[in-house]
């Protein structure tokens, strides 16, 4: 809301993040060549974590960084027209710092529409196998109704992983660990190991109901489980990002772990009950959450419905 980026193409006003989200990428379908050029009229700025660590937070997406005198790694590079003020805000930490990898956390235009530019001033691109393999056709979002055309080449990532990959930059060592089917099939959570902070993408939305791209191979399921793996895999200090909202800590990922959780259970003792959807919507599951969570309940839902009602798993890219 405070960024000119959604002044720019969506209407002014606050509207629920999932609602500016599909509204976002809907845009990139629609006008992607002529409504992304202009950058946000209130610069983003990276703010301190520890040593070399740095987050940019802002409604388009939370950017994590390792920025210092080996370059910059960028964990997500929102749209193409924010690039360039995200490799200003990195210039302003390290002047001379060459952008030399961007990890994706997964496919979404959200969180690689920078690619084609840092790539063509130098830099290598980093994603899940299934985040190049569905960046290099073109997908339909059914959640959205939306047809997104296939990145160029030089946007998708020249290094895939099918597990995981170690970076080291900055004296940082950087994992990247694949989560599989939770917000789509190529997620991937970014570890800063002497930082103790991870990027969760978006397996995580601080402070609203997850959008999961069920039609991207994402399950509420995988989303259980991808929280639980990083809740193991993380302490009482470890710093937690979330592609969207604030940064916070292990009990916040924590509550929002129970949160997906007591939902499921609840939509699924209607599926058992026999009730359609509609039924189970009316039912005011997210009730309780919805003081403190942005976004539709409604919708997420649906999402759960879907899941939990899916045979199988969707078919790869
Ligand atoms: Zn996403």
Redesign the pocket.
Known sequence: MRHGYDDDMVNKGKMPVIVR?AALIICNAAVVASAQTQPPAVAPKFEPMSEGTHVLVGDVGNVLASIGADGVLLVDDQYPNTARSIETAAKAISATAPIRYVINT?W?V??SGGNLYFARNGATLVAHDNVRARMGAEQFMKAYNARIPAAPQGALPAITFAADITLRINGETIQAIHMPNA??DGDAVVFFRNANTVHM??IFFNGMFP?I?TGSGGSVQGVIAAVDKVLAMTDAKTRIVP?HGPVTDRSGLAAYGAMLRDVAARVQAGIDAGLPLAEIQKRNITAPYAKNMEGDGEKFIGFVHESLTAKGLPARP
Do not use: V
């Open positions: 989200i997964h979404h959200d969180h917000h789509t993408g978006d959008f791209d592609a």
